[in-house]
């Protein structure tokens, strides 16, 4: 199976919203080759790309693979404002992860052909900054299981974002100002401050903005880049109740439902 067919799996399972055990084929053998798979898959899907993801990629493997963050793309139509009560799809047999984030509206298209960002460079196109909750999921039930490779090669292990409320004076603030609590059915899951986030959520929106100019897509006006999970990355199943608080920047509060196939 080749990575178009690996991507065609992606797209039809996504589309049907039912979940699979096994990685379609053999893994990609490096990080070009997952992205690979990634294009195609974002090529197959009839959607607009309306931001990126960032994701840590584990010591086990950033050593090998030469970086230690990933990127995956984010759905316009998969962009939910938070509510009260919000739904947070799961795919039925596959994987789903509560992910309390912040997000990074682009100010400005990225200049052309720049592909080295530092993270006060980054932060002259850092516009306004939300709190959100990723939609972390896949039908590959296994994918949380098999690495980094599989993770970009599947969406980024991304089914959506839930947009919670601006940060109206984020620059004026240390990133230890901005916390946050993770209860899943009323227990806490992980606490911790936005600082957690390896190099603050500037250096993972430096990386969204090198990674995707090397992928010949650069980040435009308007994409919204998710930094991180500031709490980790939380399991969970269909039917639970998940809570990011962020104390006076708001909470996002979430019930995890059966993901629908779309039409």
Request: some cysteine; aromatic content about 8%; charged content about 20%.
């Amino acid at each position: 199976m080749n990575g178009e067919e690996q991507a065609a799996k992606f797209v039809e399972a996504r589309a049907a919203a039912i979940g699979f055990p096994a990685y379609p084929g053999e893994l990609p053998g490096d990080l070009d080759s997952a992205y690979a798979v990634q294009r195609d898959a974002i090529g197959q899907w009839p959607d607009r790309v309306a931001g990126w993801k960032v994701g840590k990629i584990a010591p086990a493997f950033s050593g090998a693979l030469g970086e230690d963050r990933f990127v995956g793309p984010m759905f316009a139509t998969e962009v939910y404002p938070a509510s009260g009560d919000n739904d947070f799809p799961a795919f039925a047999n596959g994987f789903a992860a509560f992910e309390a984030e912040l997000v990074i509206v682009a100010t400005s298209d990225a200049p052309a052909g720049k592909t080295v960002w530092t993270a006060d460079e980054a932060a002259g196109l850092a516009g306004a900054m939300h709190i959100a909750v990723e939609v972390a999921g896949s039908p590959l039930a296994s994918i949380n299981d098999l690495g980094p490779i599989a993770t970009i090669a599947g969406f980024g292990n991304n089914n959506g974002l839930i947009l919670g409320a601006e940060i109206a004076d984020w620059r004026s603030r240390s990133f230890d100002d901005i916390g946050c609590t993770t209860t899943i059915d009323g227990t806490v899951a992980g606490h911790a401050k936005a600082s957690a986030i390896p190099g603050t959520p500037l250096a993972a929106f430096a990386f969204a903005l090198a990674r995707t100019a090397r992928m010949g897509t650069p980040i435009r006006k308007g994409d919204l880049i998710s930094t991180g999970a500031i709490t980790g990355v939380h399991v969970v199943e269909i039917g639970q109740r998940c809570e990011a608080d962020f104390g006076e920047f708001g909470a996002i509060s979430c019930k995890i439902v059966k993901a629908v196939p779309r039409s």
